[in-house]
């Protein structure tokens, strides 16, 4: 199974018996049996209709449509199945405070040991270890904090802001000091590193979502991540583990100089990737971003068997006790 990656703008899309044809001034540009295709992902201004769209969530096709300089994904999933009950015992959850708190711990632990790995590994192998190992060792304090005393969720997000700050500042190390990167930046990104991190996190957003559909869950409802207004709680919870590991395919790709300063342009004060920078990133970053997907997918149906077993436990009992993940 294919993903497709539609950055041309203007195309036009649609269903030719059995396949996605995608065409461009009239001319027939690609054509991708359905049956080949997992997901299309959609980058630029396109052309498509609704039909379009419900063929191919009537074939169990994602739809991601990444738009510039937002740090969201709009996605199209299949058909929502009767996952009713695993939906119930997911908002009991949430509302449950012991087991939100013991969620939101897991979500924070598990990107903590992620950026510990990350920096460690990098660590051993240049110059800047020094720093590389500082903030592995700060990180890995406040991962021993979360175990130790087992904060709230509120409590938690504070503590993978911290985390979060050291990991930044020490990733400055892994990039050339003309890529200008001095931290996260978005809305918009002001250098090259991070146009990547943006446009690859929103792909991780995207890919979170259709997890949590997948696996029967309601992506809006979160644990670490508070309810708001266009925003996918449990999607967003589902990338915080794999941000790290999508920041180590956007160091590869600068160190292996399939990336190159020369690849962004800057628009209105956004760096943002040209045409063969494009290219380049959705050619290098597929393969290890279907690794991210399947261990996405495994982490959603974990999710999705404690709510199962909150849902009887809540039909069953008439009340809540607190489940969730153990670290």
């Known amino acids: 199974m294919a993903t497709l990656y539609i950055d041309r703008s203007g195309a036009e899309l649609e269903l030719d018996h059995g396949a996605l044809a995608v065409r461009a001034g009239g001319e027939l540009q690609q054509r991708v049996p359905l049956l080949h295709l997992e997901r299309c992902v959609i980058t630029a201004g396109v052309q498509l209709s609704?039909?379009?769209?419900?063929g191919l969530s009537d074939a169990g096709i994602g739809v991601v449509i990444v738009r510039p300089r937002q740090d969201r994904a709009a996605v199209l999933t299949g058909v929502p199945r009767g996952d009713?009950?695993?939906?119930?015992?997911?908002?009991?959850?949430?509302?449950?405070?012991?087991?939100?708190?013991?969620?939101?711990?897991?979500?924070?632990?598990?990107?903590?040991?992620?950026?510990?790995?990350?920096?460690?590994?990098?660590?051993?192998?240049?110059?800047?270890?020094?720093?590389?190992?500082?903030?592995?060792?700060?990180?890995?304090?406040?991962?021993?904090?979360?175990r130790?005393?087992?904060?709230?969720?509120?409590?938690?997000?504070?503590?993978?802001?911290?985390?979060?700050?050291?990991?930044f500042e020490a990733l400055q190390e892994l990039f050339a000091p003309e890529l200008g990167f001095e931290g996260r930046n978005r809305r918009p990104p002001r250098d090259p590193v991070n146009a990547c991190l943006s446009l690859l996190y929103r792909l991780l957003y995207g890919a979170a979502v259709e997890a949590a559909t997948g696996a029967g869950l309601d992506p809006s409802i979160g644990f670490l991540h508070e309810p708001a207004p266009g925003r996918a709680g449990l999607a967003c919870d589902l990338v915080e583990p794999f941000r790290a590991p999508a920041d180590r395919i956007v160091v590869e790709l600068f160190r292996s100089r399939s990336l190159r300063k020369e690849h962004f342009q800057k628009t209105n004060g956004a760096c943002l990737l040209g045409k063969a920078g494009r290219r380049a990133f959705y050619e290098s970053i597929e393969e290890p971003l279907e690794r991210l997907r399947r261990r996405m997918r495994a982490m959603a149906r974990r999710v999705a068997r404690a709510a199962d077993r909150a849902y009887l436990r809540v039909s069953e009992a008439g009340g809540m006790t607190p489940c969730g993940p153990s670290m």
């Open 50 to 54: 609704t039909g379009l769209l419900a």
């Open 148 to 167: 130790r005393d087992r904060p709230a969720a509120d409590a938690a997000r504070g503590i993978e802001g911290a985390a979060s700050a050291a990991y």
């Open 84 to 146: 009713a009950g695993r939906r119930l015992g997911q908002a009991a959850m949430a509302l449950h405070g012991p087991a939100r708190g013991r969620w939101a711990r897991f979500w924070v632990h598990t990107k903590c040991v992620a950026m510990i790995r990350l920096l460690r590994a990098e660590a051993g192998s240049g110059a800047g270890r020094a720093r590389l190992a500082l903030a592995a060792e700060r990180i890995e304090s406040l991962a021993v904090r979360l």
